[in-house]
């Protein structure tokens, strides 16, 4: 059993990880600012097979150098070491990249980009000081390669987030610290996007089993991912993307 924080543990992508990981018998620590989601959370992993057992919530402030450094102090007092970061952060918004104000510029960059900046900044040290290492698993999407029309923010908010995980991996330099990303090259069927979802979206539990993968392997054997050294692609299972055709 590794202990795993996945901070964005709550989210669409994110809560589908936890289950996952709770499956395959690891300790998964998810920290949140909102009680509401957590709460959702353990409600929707409680009575599963996973259950709830090794499901560790905290409520924090995962998005600021200072919040971030108070749960990595709790966590290694109450829980130890971390042997996998797993950050499956981000938004979304929607509009035209010359019509963003500078603080809508601001905004988005803070949610999509900055939280990945602050998360690596405290978090992978613990990785790189504790004996045995870690590793790191940052989780992505297809706009860092696609500009979304309409979208532009995220997608350059997405092609920087891989560029950190990137130079990330290249500056440090202890063998025991593995840096990958899973880019998720296509749009993600989650609870709350399965109204809309067409049938050759990628489902958020698809991306939990890739990830448990990774979390055991540093590589995954599914067929819908192609590995380019540290960076995994996932995109819809060819059998899907040739039905919809």
């Given at each position: 059993m590794k202990q795993i924080m996945v901070a964005g543990g709550t989210g669409g992508v994110g809560e589908a990880i936890v289950r996952a990981l709770l499956a395959a018998e690891h300790r998964v620590?998810?920290?949140?600012?909102?009680?509401?989601?957590?709460?959702?959370?353990?409600?929707?992993?409680?009575?599963?097979?996973?259950?709830?057992?090794?499901?560790?919530?905290?409520?924090?402030?995962?998005?600021?150098?200072?919040?971030?450094?108070?749960?990595?102090?709790?966590?290694?007092?109450?829980?130890?070491?971390?042997?996998?970061?797993?950050?499956?952060?981000?938004?979304?918004?929607?509009?035209?990249?010359?019509?963003?104000?500078?603080?809508?510029?601001?905004?988005?960059?803070?949610?999509?980009?900055?939280?990945?900046?602050?998360?690596?900044h405290v978090f992978v040290p613990v990785l790189c000081a504790q004996l045995g290492g870690g590793r790191y698993i940052g989780i992505g999407g297809g706009a860092a390669y696609h500009p979304i029309h309409r979208s532009s923010l995220v997608s350059i908010a997405a092609a920087a987030q891989?560029?950190?995980?990137?130079?990330?991996?290249?500056?440090?330099?202890?063998?025991?610290?593995?840096?990958?990303?899973?880019?998720?090259?296509?749009?993600?069927?989650?609870?709350?996007?399965?109204?809309?979802?067409?049938?050759?979206?990628?489902?958020a539990d698809d991306v939990g089993r890739v990830v448990v993968e990774l979390v055991a392997h540093g590589r995954t054997s599914d067929p819908a991912t192609h590995a380019s050294g540290p960076i995994v692609r996932m995109r819809p299972p060819a059998h899907i993307r040739s039905a919809v055709r």
């Open positions: 620590i998810v920290p949140s600012r909102s009680a509401a989601k957590l709460e959702r959370l353990r409600r929707d992993v409680e009575g599963t097979p996973a259950g709830s057992g090794n499901l560790v919530t905290l409520t924090g402030e995962i998005g600021t150098v200072d919040g971030a450094h108070t749960l990595r102090e709790r966590i290694a007092r109450e829980f130890g070491r971390l042997d996998v970061l797993i950050p499956s952060l981000g938004g979304w918004w929607e509009g035209g990249l010359l019509d963003a104000t500078p603080a809508i510029w601001d905004t988005v960059m803070d949610e999509m980009l900055r939280t990945h900046y602050v998360f690596a891989l560029m950190l995980t990137r130079a990330l991996r290249l500056e440090i330099e202890d063998p025991a610290v593995d840096v990958l990303e899973l880019v998720v090259d296509g749009p993600v069927r989650t609870r709350d996007s399965a109204h809309l979802a067409a049938p050759d979206w990628i489902t």
